[in-house]
């Protein structure tokens, strides 16, 4: 028994240690894509009032499981809590246990694991817990809703998901152990940090981070979104700006539909005015390599004014809003066939047209990714 137990343990270690190390940056953009990919499943998602409900996200993509007499389990990730408003920079994490049973063969799953309230979250803040032991821990519920007095819900500090070769479903980890990646934190912040420092906010987040950050943002935005309609609250201009606020190209525009806002945090159009504004290139580059770096993606650029004035003049203002941001694109090396320019004047405004800071937000351009298989005109 104990040689059978020996050989399973060591067949579960020999192929994670097969497995090919990835740097920090390739694993953010991994647990990037499984963050995305498992929020858009269709019907069989992570329920938004989940997201919008947890304290803390765990995504770990490709976990490994080696399984010979003895399954091991294994997997690198990140983990990111609620501060204020916003969430923390991302820390690195570990997961890793076996279950005993008599098993074949070996698979890559990916996993997100939502922390549902505070005592989930005290675990997660230590090096070291076991899922299962001293955290409760559920499989997750399918559906895009889900009702509050769901079990699951009620009880478990730790809901999980997977998704295998395109099936989702909830999965139980129970006994695996989830710790700290000193050493996958020290490469990526530069130093010696602790988890609990990064998921208490008292570590800025590295560049690597952006685009985790921005699905992230995205998905628990759209998340608190959904919970307002359910309230039968009308969003406000405020959380209407925060949803739009400084977002990431490549996650923005990672899908045919996707939009992104450049207002007035990014490109400040003085009144009257359709010049791109001094101090629009940071987010202007940001746009241009993103399309750079996705030659496939073709977008449409929306130009939008505040209500002063005659609708005629703001639909042409518009429109030279959105020629004038189109052009700066195709001046710093995005292909103009790419790209159309439409004036939508003043028509979905964004904030209040009363005050003089709504009509600083309403002046402005949005970006819009339209499925390739349209014309980029329609």
């Keep these: 028994m104990r040689l059978i137990l020996l ?23 991994s647990a990037t ?42 997997g690198k990730g990140y983990a990111v809590c609620r501060r204020g408003a916003g969430w923390s920079a991302p820390a690195a994490v570990q997961i890793e ?36 032991g001293e955290a409760a821990a559920a499989a997750g519920p399918l559906g895009r809703r889900t009702s509050a007095e769901t079990d699951a819900q009620m009880r478990a500090e730790i809901l999980t998901w997977s998704r295998s070769r395109g099936v989702f479903a909830g999965i139980s980890l129970d006994g695996a152990t989830l710790h700290a990646d000193h050493g996958e934190d020290q490469r990526l912040y530069g130093g010696d940090v602790s988890n609990r420092e990064i998921l208490e906010g008292r570590v800025p ?31 406000t201009p405020d959380a209407d700006r925060d949803m739009a606020r400084n977002p990431e190209p490549s996650a923005a525009l990672s899908h045919p539909g996707g939009r992104m806002t450049l207002g007035q945090n990014e490109v400040r159009f003085a009144t009257g005015k359709s010049d791109v504004p001094p101090g629009a290139d940071a987010a202007l580059n940001r746009v241009a390599k993103a399309l750079k770096d996705h030659p496939d993606w073709r977008v449409r650029i929306e130009g939008y004014t505040d209500n002063v004035g005659s609708k005629a003049a703001n639909q042409k203002l518009s429109l030279d809003r959105a020629t004038a941001v189109m052009n700066w694109l195709a001046d710093h090396g995005v292909d103009r ?36 298989m349209t014309k980029t005109g329609e």
């Design 7 to 29: 050989t399973g343990l060591a067949t579960a270690v020999l192929f994670a240690q097969d497995a090919p190390e990835k740097t920090a940056d390739s694993r953010l953009r």
């Design 33 to 74: 894509e499984t963050l995305h990919e498992m929020m858009n499943a269709p019907d069989k998602g992570i329920p938004q009032d989940l997201l919008n409900k947890a304290h803390c996200v765990v995504v770990i993509p490709n976990l490994l499981k080696g399984a010979f007499i003895v399954g091991g389990k294994y």
């Design 97 to 132: 246990g076996g279950s005993f049973g008599f098993q074949i063969g070996g698979s890559s799953t990916d996993v997100i694991m939502l922390v549902m309230n505070q005592n989930g979250m005290n675990h997660l803040l230590t090096d070291k817990f076991v899922l299962g």
């Design 205 to 235: 987040s590295p560049p690597a981070a952006r685009s985790f950050e921005a699905a992230l943002r995205h998905f628990s935005n759209q998340a608190e979104a959904e919970a307002r309609s359910d309230r039968n609250a009308p969003a």
């Design 337 to 372: 066939s790419r790209m159309s320019a439409h004036g939508r004047g003043e028509s979905h405004p964004i904030a209040d047209n009363s005050t003089a800071e709504g009509r600083a937000r309403n002046r402005r351009v949005e970006i819009v990714r339209v499925n390739i």
